[in-house]
C-alpha cells in the first residue's frame, strides 16, 4: 500500500500509531528511522 503523506516527519508519526502492524518501505531515510526505533525499543526490554 502506498500512502501519500506531506512529509517524514509526519508519516513518522502517524505510521508509529499503527505500531509493530506496519512496515516501511520506503523512502530509505524513515525506514532507518524506524530501524533505529524498533533497536532502541527492542534495548528496553532486553533481559
Partial sequence: MTVPV???EVA???L???????EVLAP???RERFARD???LAGLYED
Fill in 16 to 22: 508509529t500509531a499503527l505500531g509493530p502492524e506496519v
Fill in 38 to 40: 524498533a533497536r532502541r
Fill in 12 to 14: 513518522h508519526t502517524q
Fill in 6 to 8: 506531506e512529509s517524514e
Fill in 28 to 30: 530509505a531515510g524513515l
